[in-house]
């Protein structure tokens, strides 16, 4: 299985600053690369796919980056409703496997 | 708007089969072109993805959980279930089911609300 690793597991950060999120696997996995955010209680939801691709309806505040082994999620402007957890996956291959998540607090 | 909700018991004894159904309106299942997802969430932890099933019936399930997991689909109830045997206190968890779009890659772009199932005597 292709191992996921987070950093960091968890960041403390103010409305308006910009962060990034950090994804490292264990193997190459191209651009196969997919980022949720989960709020508390709440089902997941995608925000990009294909390390970079946003998906509809997520604001242009979040982007993705990155290919082979090493990725980032960037948060540009922090909102109150930005504070979750998020949590990468890769679909390069089977089984999907997704990191720890990194929770985002205020 | 695709919408997915899951049912069936929020409680299972040791030993026993969980049973999960998650329900798709509007004809998705048998429209072709997505594979339909079983994860789930320990408590406090990351997400373990369970396996998947295609339209026609065609699955793949994560090996560690294997060989006591059956995902099967009704097309014609809009509706695709897991199976789940031989469940100890570890299989305690949120149960999603999700649709895997194959765009740019597989990605879940639609999740249902999530079940929890307690394993307890």
């Known amino acids: 299985d292709i191992q996921m690793t987070q950093s960091p597991s968890s960041l403390s950060a103010s409305v308006g600053d910009r962060v990034t999120i950090s994804c490292r696997t264990s193997?190459?996995?191209?651009?196969?690369l997919n980022w949720y955010q989960q709020r508390p209680g709440k089902a997941p939801k995608l925000l990009i796919y294909?390390?970079?691709s946003l998906q509809s309806g997520v604001p242009s505040r979040f982007s993705g980056s990155g290919s082979g082994t090493d990725f980032t999620l960037t948060i540009s402007s922090l909102q109150p409703e930005d504070f979750a957890t998020y949590s990468c996956q890769q679909s390069y291959s089977l089984p999907y496997t997704f990191g720890q998540g990194t929770m985002l607090e205020i | 708007q695709v919408q997915l909700q899951e049912s069936g018991p929020g409680l299972v004894k040791p030993s026993q089969t969980l049973s999960l159904t998650c329900t798709v309106p509007?004809?998705?299942?048998?429209?072709?072109?997505?594979?339909w997802n079983w994860i789930r969430q320990h408590p406090g932890k990351g997400l373990e993805w369970i396996g998947y099933?295609?339209?026609?019936?065609?699955?793949y399930y994560n090996p560690s959980l294997k060989s006591r997991v059956s995902i099967s689909v009704e097309t014609s109830q809009d509706q695709f279930s897991l199976k789940l045997s031989s469940v100890t206190a570890a299989d305690t968890a949120v149960y999603y089911c999700a649709r895997d779009r194959r765009a740019s890659g597989p990605h879940f772009d639609y999740w249902g609300q999530g079940i929890l199932v307690t394993v307890s005597s």
């Open positions: 294909g390390a970079s």
């Open positions: 099933i295609y339209y026609s019936g065609s699955t």
């Open positions: 509007g004809g998705y299942i048998s429209s072709g072109g997505f594979y």
């Open positions: 193997q190459n996995i191209n651009t196969y």
